[in-house]
């Protein structure tokens, strides 16, 4: 059984009919990337297994750790395991870099309750120390505000952040290296490769193919809404008529 699964996800914007059709597979332990250019339906998908409205599922399933999670509400999905680092990133710009994770702490009382709900018994996220060994570059910067940082360092804070919540078992990440200096986009992408490493199950939306190929296991290519294409990575980068589909 996979972590994650979709079958024949069909979602719509009003009357806008944007997935047509979305089956996929996440195992637990992989880093899955879904590639795809503007407009492919990226986000959809992503937004359509959060349980985020707009958009609205309207038929197939989606699947996590064997329960249907379909029509969970965002809250419960999260509860459920999986963490969402978002495009835009949504950080406090006028709040430093440590009072930006501090807030994302789940508190105790609302932790106890999740817990008697689905009965884990691991209380946390990653503390701040374990935050900083990651993102060294956040613990020099943490008496700095927010808003101040560079481009790649929210986004580094942006990861952190989610990583704050308890029971990350998937982690999906929105193009966290969109206007990012190659570097930068390095540095990111080094840090998610570690995030999973050290055990949670990465799915990885991208625009940057290169970069993310490096890092993925297997990749799915959406085209207006569909799979038009999926594979080991090593297959992608080798598979040249995925041009048409890939390029921005
Ligand atoms: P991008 O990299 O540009 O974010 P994407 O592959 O993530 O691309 P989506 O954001 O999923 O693409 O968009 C897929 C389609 O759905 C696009 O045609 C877009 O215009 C449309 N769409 C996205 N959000 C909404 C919305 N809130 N209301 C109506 N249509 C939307």
């Known amino acids: 059984m996979s972590l994650l699964e979709l079958e024949d996800v069909h979602s719509y914007y009003g009357h806008s009919h944007i997935l047509r059709g979305v089956s996929m597979e996440v195992e637990e ?3 899955v990337s879904l590639l795809g250019r503007n407009g492919a339906g990226k986000t959809t998908t992503l937004r359509s297994i959060a349980g985020a409205e ?3 599922v309207r038929s197939g399933h989606i699947q996590f750790n ?3 999670i379909t029509d969970l509400e965002t809250e419960d999905v999260i509860m459920s ?3 969402i680092v978002p495009e835009e990133r949504r950080l406090f710009s006028n709040l430093t870099v440590e009072e930006n994770l501090e807030l994302s702490r789940i508190s105790q009382n609302t932790w106890n ?3 008697r709900k689905i009965g884990l018994s691991d209380p946390s996220g990653k503390s701040l120390d374990e935050l900083y060994e990651l993102f060294p570059v956040l613990e020099e910067r943490k008496e700095q505000q927010a808003g101040t940082l560079s481009g790649g360092e929210q986004q580094m804070l942006s990861i952190a952040r989610t990583l704050r919540l308890p029971n990350v078992e998937l982690l999906m990440l929105d193009e966290p290296s969109e206007g990012l200096a190659p570097q930068i986009v390095e540095t990111v ?3 998610i490769e570690t995030i999973a490493a050290e055990g949670t199950t990465v799915l990885l939306i991208e625009q940057n193919v290169q970069a993310a ?6 990749g799915y290519v959406l085209d207006m809404g569909s799979i038009v294409y999926e594979g080991t990575a090593e297959e992608l980068r080798n598979e040249d008529d995925l041009d048409q589909y890939l390029t921005v």
């Open 54 to 56: 707009p958009p609205e």
């Open 66 to 68: 064997g329960t249907d």
């Open 113 to 115: 309750t999740i817990r």
């Open 81 to 83: 395991g999986i963490a």
């Open 189 to 191: 992408m080094n840090a």
């Open 213 to 218: 190929l490096e890092l993925a296991d297997r």
């Open 29 to 31: 332990g992989e880093i």
